[in-house]
């Protein structure tokens, strides 16, 4: 018997990482903008995207959507008003979406007949940030309802992210939401981050928002 | 809290890289994590003991090596180690860094294993 010590050097997503690369090359090839919207449960990623989609298609965009969640198609019915395609993802118990969830869900969409794929990730500040999905633009939420020190507690979701969305804008001020230290906490946890604050109520700030993802999508080309 | 499929993750990649030494035991997995890898030591422990059970980790050791955030910082011209994550500034000259060098690792480092002879090859 002897003790040997063998170097592995293995990324425990190994997995994951490659479908996830695989995606983003088939996103890439279709020339669709892939966003992953993350944030907590309760925090308005739902009607949020629902003002999304809807935008989009008035302005002529073709966008579709996965929604995740551990059950219930609730989401998706929600979406699909919008008139966009729409599917949801039950992933009974697991606390995030994965690559392979992605992949297994865009059976049948041409990619390239879309100009934008929107994922709703499950609500969760923690597991999402560790599972890529091939996505270009990773979107922190995070409402007025929710303290302005959501960044601080959770730095290793926000510090993933390529944009920051405060959502209820609408009810900053019943709340004694302190805007300025918010902006401060998002820029601490991630400094030169683009933030939008936006309200799916009264659709403040969506029009910074639709140009953003507009130059997303020419960036790409 | 998704340390239980990181857990079988781990079993999976063990196992396959056991094959290379037939009848070898595993003594001990080593595992770098970044502080921004979003898993935890103490839950990643208890779940290591329940998950590796009746498979070839059985009864070895989890031994988790915690990597600090380090940034790249521009106006310093060198990489810096953040002392928390509550604020990504150079911790010499207060500017903020954006460009990560360390921190986000998820992997197997190593593995200590008891080779047994009888199963050498011919």
């Given amino acids: 018997m002897t003790t040997r010590i063998v170097e592995l050097r293995k990324g425990i997503l190994k997995k994951n990482d490659e479908l996830a690369a695989g995606l983003r090359q088939r996103y890439t090839a279709a020339g669709v903008l892939v966003l992953n919207l993350v944030s907590s449960p309760g925090t308005g990623k739902t009607a949020f995207l629902e003002l999304t989609l809807r935008e989009l298609r008035t302005r002529g965009a073709r966008v579709a959507a996965l929604v995740g969640d551990l059950e219930t198609d609730n989401d998706a019915r929600r979406l699909a008003a919008s008139g966009a395609p729409v599917r949801q993802i039950n992933t009974h118990g697991i606390c995030h979406l994965d690559a392979d969830m992605i992949t297994s869900h865009l059976g049948g969409w041409q990619l390239d007949e879309l100009d934008y794929l929107f994922i709703e990730n499950v609500g969760n500040l923690v597991c999402p940030s560790s599972y890529d999905l091939g996505e270009k633009v990773r979107v922190a939420l995070l409402s007025v309802t929710e303290g302005e020190d959501k960044p601080l507690k959770y730095p290793t979701l926000f510090n993933s992210a390529d944009a920051a969305v405060i959502t209820k804008m609408d009810l900053a001020v019943p709340c004694g939401f302190d805007r300025d230290l918010a902006l401060k906490n998002i820029n601490e946890i991630r400094p030169g981050i683009r933030i939008f604050e936006t309200s799916a109520k009264t659709g403040a700030g969506m029009d910074t928002w639709l140009a953003y993802l507009a130059e997303e999508r020419e960036g790409r080309k | ?122």
């Fill in chain 2, 1 to 122: 809290m998704h340390e239980l499929s990181i857990i079988s993750s781990i079993v999976e990649s063990v196992t396959e890289s056991l094959a290379a030494y037939p009848g070898a035991q595993v003594i001990e997995v080593r595992l770098r994590v970044g502080a921004l890898a979003s898993v935890v030591e103490d839950s990643l422990q208890f779940c290591y003991q329940i998950a590796t059970e009746d498979t070839p980790l059985a009864g070895s050791k989890l031994v988790v090596n915690v990597l600090p955030v380090v940034m790249h910082c521009e106006p310093c011209g060198q990489d810096v180690t953040l002392p928390s994550l509550q604020s990504f500034r150079c911790p010499q000259c207060g500017e903020f860094v954006a460009d990560l060098r360390q921190g986000r690792e998820l992997e197997i480092e190593a593995i200590e294993i008891e080779e047994n002879h009888d199963h050498a090859h011919c």
